[in-house]
C-alpha cells in the first residue's frame, strides 16, 4: 500500500495521494489520448458509407489524426522545455475541444480528415507531456506505478471511447442513423469528446510546475517548494542534484540528441526502438479497426462493438497488473515476458486467419477457429496491457537524462506516432491480401522485439532520474 513518499531516515515524507492527485491530472491526458484516437473505431463504416469512400482514402483518414499526433509530439519537448508542462496540457486541452467539434460537423471526407489531423496535434503533445511531468514529480519509489498512470488513463480512455459507440448504436440502431438534434449518430462519437477536454483543461490549471522544468528556468526557491510538498526527501539536497544535470545544457533543440551512432546518442535509439516496436506489433489495429474485423468474419455491427468493448476491458485489468508489478519486479522483465507472450499470440491469429477459407474476398472462421482467435486477441492485448503498452511510456519518461529529457521522448513519441500511421495505413491493404500476412507481419516485429530488450535495454527501477541521467 502506497502511503508516504519519503527518501531515507532524518528527511521529509509527504502523503503519496498528493502525488498520486498531481499524477491523475496530468494522465488526463492519456484518456483524452486513448479516447480520440479510438473514437473512431464505431465510426468507420459510418463515415465509409456516408461519404462514399473505401480502401486507401478511408485508411487515412482513420490515421489521419496519427500524422498530427507524430507533429504534437515533435514539437512539445521545445515548446515544453521554453515554457512549461502545465502550459502545453492547456494548449492540448484547447485542441483536444476544437477538434471534437470540428469532426462531429464535418461536411466531407477532406474537412474531417483535416479536424482528425488537427486533433492529433494534441494527442501527440498528451503522449510527450503526461509521462515526463509524471517522472519529474514522481519519488523513485513510485514512480513506475505513478508513471503506468499514463496506460491506466489512455486504455480507459479507449474503453470509455469504444463505450460511448457502443451505447451511441444501441440508442440509434446504426451509427449511420439520425440521433439526436437530427445529427447522426457517429457525429456524436466526435462531440462526446468536448465534456473529458473541458475537465482537462480545467485541472491542469490546478496543479503545480514540474521541479526540473522550474530548475532548469532558474526558479529554484519554487522548485525546492513544489519538492517539498510532492516529492519529499531532502529539497534543497534534490534541487542541487537537479541543477547539477543541466549543467553545460544547451538550448531545447534536436542538436542536443546528437551522438556518433548514426548521428543521435545511444539511448535515443533504444527510446525511439522501443516506440517503434510497441505499435509495429500491431496493437492498435485491434483498436482501430476490431469493429469492421470482426464485422468481417460473421459477426454483427452491435456484436462486433461488444467484442471491442470487452477487449478494451482486458485492457484496463491487465494495465492494473502492470501497476502492480513495475515497481517490484521491474521494467525489462516485463518487457521480456510481453514480447514472448505477443509473439506466441500473434502467431495463432496468423495461422488461424492465413488457414481459414474465404468466401466472397473474407475468411470464414469455421469451428474452433472463431474462438481461438478471439481468445488469441484477447491475451494478445493481455500481455501489451500488462507490458509493453504501459513499461515503453514509463521508461520513456525516465529513462533519459535531465538535459535532454523532453527533447529526446519528443523525438521517441513521434517516431512512435510515425510507426502507429505506418500500421495503421497499411492494415486495410494487408488485410485485402490477407489477415494471415497481416498478423504474419506483426508477429515477425514481436520476434524482433524479444532480441532488442535483451540486447539494448537496461534496468531503471528504484534509482532517481539525476541517477540515471549520470
Known amino acids: ?142 514512480r513506475g506505478r505513478l508513471g503506468s498512470l499514463q496506460q491506466m488513463a489512455i486504455v480507459v480512455g479507449i474503453f470509455v471511447a469504444l ?89 531545447p533543440r534536436l542538436s542536443i540528441l546528437k551522438g556518433r551512432a548514426l548521428g543521435l546518442q545511444p539511448i535515443v535509439w533504444v527510446g525511439i526502438g522501443l516506440s517503434v516496436l510497441q505499435q509495429f506489433t500491431g496493437i492498435n489495429v485491434i483498436f482501430y479497426y476490431s469493429s469492421i474485423l470482426w464485422q468481417a468474419v460473421g459477426f454483427t455491427e452491435q456484436d462486433s462493438l461488444t467484442i471491442t468493448v470487452i477487449t478494451s476491458v482486458t485492457n484496463i485489468v491487465t494495465t492494473i497488473v502492470a501497476i502492480a508489478l513495475i515497481d517490484k519486479i521491474g521494467r525489462r522483465p516485463l518487457l521480456l515476458v510481453g514480447a514472448i507472450g505477443q509473439f506466441l499470440t500473434l502467431g ?8 481459414a477459407p474465404v468466401i466472397d474476398g473474407a475468411p470464414v472462421l469455421e469451428g474452433a477457429a472463431s474462438p481461438i482467435a478471439l481468445v488469441a486477441a484477447n491475451l494478445f492485448v493481455v500481455f501489451f496491457g500488462a507490458t509493453w503498452g504501459p513499461v515503453v511510456w514509463v521508461l520513456l519518461g525516465e529513462m533519459f537524462p535531465n538535459r535532454i529529457r523532453v527533447v ?36 515477425f516485429f514481436a520476434f524482433v522485439a524479444i532480441f532488442f530488450v535483451v540486447r539494448f535495454v537496461k534496468e531503471t527501477r528504484g534509482r532517481t532520474l539525476e541517477e540515471i541521467s549520470r
Open 408 to 443: 529526446a521522448l519528443s523525438v521517441a513519441a513521434a517516431a512512435q506516432w510515425a510507426a502507429n500511421f505506418i500500421i495503421s495505413t497499411t492494415f486495410p491493404a494487408l488485410a485485402a491480401v490477407g489477415l494471415g500476412l497481416a498478423y504474419g507481419v506483426y508477429t
Open 163 to 251: 463505450l460511448t459507440d457502443a451505447v451511441i448504436v444501441a440508442a440509434a440502431g446504426s451509427a449511420s442513423n439520425p440521433w439526436l438534434f437530427g445529427l447522426e449518430a457517429w457525429r456524436w462519437m466526435f462531440l462526446s469528446e468536448v465534456v473529458p477536454a473541458v475537465l482537462y483543461g480545467v485541472l491542469a490549471l490546478t496543479i503545480p510546475e514540474s521541479p526540473r522544468f522550474l530548475i532548469g528556468a532558474g526558479m529554484r526557491e519554487k522548485a525546492i517548494g513544489v519538492l517539498r510538498r510532492y516529492v519529499g526527501g531532502n529539497p534543497e539536497k534534490t534541487a542541487d542534484e537537479i541543477a547539477e544535470t543541466f549543467v553545460g545544457r544547451e538550448a
Open 1 to 142: 500500500m502506497m502511503t508516504s513518499a519519503h527518501a531515507g531516515p532524518g528527511v521529509e515524507s509527504v502523503p503519496i495521494a498528493r502525488v498520486i492527485m498531481i499524477s491523475a491530472t496530468a494522465a488526463l491526458a492519456g484518456f483524452l489520448f486513448g479516447f480520440d484516437t479510438a473514437v473512431i473505431n464505431g465510426a468507420v463504416g459510418a463515415i465509409r458509407d456516408q461519404f462514399e469512400v473505401d480502401g486507401f482514402v478511408l485508411g487515412f483518414s482513420v490515421a489521419a489524426a496519427l500524422i498530427g499526433c507524430a507533429i504534437g509530439a515533435w514539437f512539445t519537448g521545445r515548446i515544453a522545455d521554453r515554457y512549461g508542462r502545465v502550459r502545453v496540457m492547456i494548449i492540448a486541452a484547447i485542441i483536444f475541444v476544437v477538434s471534437s467539434i470540428g469532426c462531429g460537423f464535418a461536411i466531407g471526407i477532406v474537412d474531417l480528415t483535416l479536424w482528425r489531423l488537427f486533433g492529433g496535434l494534441g494527442v501527440g503533445a498528451a503522449s510527450v507531456i503526461a509521462p515526463v511531468y509524471i517522472a519529474e514529480v514522481s519519488p523513485p519509489a513510485y
Open 348 to 355: 495463432t491469429l496468423a495461422i488461424v486467419f492465413a488457414t
